[in-house]
């Protein structure tokens, strides 16, 4: 949903090693950090384990600095089983890692008896060599099939504009090239094959897709077309489409909606500012989104509902609401499956380590009365958060893991933790004991502070 890596756009602002979110690009320069690493356990400055136990348990930390410079952006498979992400390898020695994110899934392993989530398999590169990559997103009924955004060659070095906060250095950038591509992948349909599920059948010429083992457009149109993801039927594409002329000194992306079954594209949100990062609501009838709608280069999070024609698909967009309005970065929101909050990444006022924190949702309340609380407590910054498509789960970017000797900062991983029952599944207590923030986006707990 998320794509060119949910561009973690300014997030961690100066040299930051996240993972990009949705629409964002890699720094131009690429880090060189040695192969194989030594890792040494980074202070831990707040125990985040006790912090956030109400909300998450049973934390698991499922990509490593030893296999990735930096991994990020992670969306489940429709029925838990498998992850797609993107990340830089490590580099063989004597060589510099990639410069962009590639296109990775990678199947989760569970404990036999518990049947919890422990780790990953390995890890299969889907994406071309050398191209840049962003949000992945499995298709809802064949889960074998997956939907990123892709350059599929190596970009140009010469992008024009970017987005980016204030003066900070991070620069999130639109690759011309980008299109949206699909890719049947091998390795899952054999897995399905070989272990079959109770919600997938596996046609008899899954293995003769045109993208079986090879990326391929599902569209093609000028500029940059990422930050995908489907509707719950798999015929609806949401996406964010840099427009043909420039706003300002920068590229002004828009949200667009793609018919699978009519092969039509249809603007929804074509606000002037950044719009993008869309997702479908659990019942498909809003979808939620970023927005730099004031032009001040801070994200605030919308939702809005979604108008119909009589064949039931989308024609636009009714009653937009924004949840969030502060002088915050609010990054890369997901529902959660009761449809009633959203997750998302927020900077803090100085910008300096991004959380991840829920609000409700309300198509009334002003933003300023959307009610927030805080879920992640660490040092390092948490964003990226999205949830299992049951609610057991929620995968997330984060920096609290060991630190490699000789870097400044524990780099961005992958994450896993079990949703406390009780907690964002009874949205009517979750934020009982929170009250509103006006102008700030802390919603936590008295004297809560990052």
């Known amino acids: 949903m998320r794509t060119a890596l949910t561009a973690l756009l300014v997030l961690l602002a100066a040299a930051t090693t996240f993972g990009q979110a949705p629409g964002t690009a890699p720094p131009t320069t690429p880090p060189s950090p040695a192969p194989q690493p030594a890792l040494a356990a980074a202070p831990e400055l707040l125990d985040w384990r006790t912090l956030e136990a109400p909300l998450l348990a049973n934390h698991v930390q499922l990509t490593s600095r030893d296999m990735f410079v930096r991994a990020g952006e992670q969306y489940f498979s429709p029925d838990s089983r498998w992850m797609v992400f993107q990340a830089v390898p490590v580099a063989a020695a004597g060589t510099e890692p990639d410069p962009f994110y590639s296109m990775y899934?990678?199947?989760?392993?569970?404990?036999?008896?518990?049947?919890?989530?422990t780790g990953i398999e390995t890890p299969i590169r889907i994406s071309p060599p050398g191209s840049a990559n962003t949000c992945g997103w499995f298709h809802p009924k064949e889960p074998w099939s997956v939907m990123f955004g892709s350059t599929l060659v190596r970009p140009a070095d010469d992008q024009k504009g970017g987005f980016r906060v204030g003066t900070r250095t991070y620069k999130w950038l639109f690759p011309e090239e980008m299109d949206i591509v699909t890719r049947g992948v091998r390795e899952i349909v054999n897995d399905y094959r070989e272990h079959p599920s109770a919600r997938f059948t596996v046609p008899v010429d899954a293995l003769m897709r045109d993208d079986l083992d090879t990326a391929?457009?599902?569209?093609?149109?000028?500029?940059?077309?990422?930050?995908?993801?489907?509707?719950?039927?798999?015929?609806?594409?949401?996406?964010?489409?840099?427009?043909?002329?420039?706003?300002?000194?920068?590229?002004?992306?828009?949200?667009?909606?793609?018919?699978?079954?009519?092969?039509?594209?249809?603007p929804l949100v074509v606000a002037e500012g950044y719009d993008g990062g869309p997702f479908f609501s659990p019942d498909g009838k809003m979808i939620c989104y970023r927005s730099d709608r004031s032009r001040n280069d801070l994200l605030q999070i919308y939702v809005a509902q979604l108008a119909f024609d009589a064949s039931g698909a989308p024609t636009g967009i009714v009653n937009e609401h924004a949840l969030t309005d502060n002088g915050q970065v609010n990054w890369a929101p997901f529902w959660h499956t009761s449809g009633k909050l959203l997750v998302y990444g927020n900077s803090g006022a100085d910008h300096s380590n991004y959380e991840v924190y829920a609000v409700e949702v309300s198509l009334t309340?002003?933003?300023?009365?959307?009610?927030?609380?805080?879920?992640?407590?660490?040092?390092?910054?948490?964003?990226l958060p999205a949830f299992s498509p049951d609610g057991k789960y929620m995968l997330w970017t984060s920096q609290r893991g060991p630190m490699v000797e000789g870097e400044s900062k524990p780099s961005s991983q992958i994450w896993l933790a079990e949703c406390v029952p009780g907690g964002f599944d009874r949205p009517e207590t979750l934020f009982a004991p929170f009250s509103p923030s006006p102008g700030a986006a802390s919603g936590g707990a008295p004297g809560d502070s990052k």
């Open 216 to 266: 391929v457009p599902l569209f093609t149109r000028p500029r940059y077309d990422a930050e995908c993801s489907y509707s719950a039927s798999g015929r609806f594409v949401l996406y964010t489409r840099v427009r043909e002329e420039n706003l300002a000194d920068r590229p002004d992306p828009d949200i667009y909606l793609y018919d699978t079954v009519t092969d039509t594209h249809r």
């Open 365 to 383: 309340k002003p933003a300023k009365e959307c009610r927030t609380r805080r879920v992640t407590f660490a040092a390092g910054a948490d964003v």
């Open 105 to 117: 899934v990678a199947k989760l392993r569970r404990d036999p008896a518990s049947g919890r989530i």
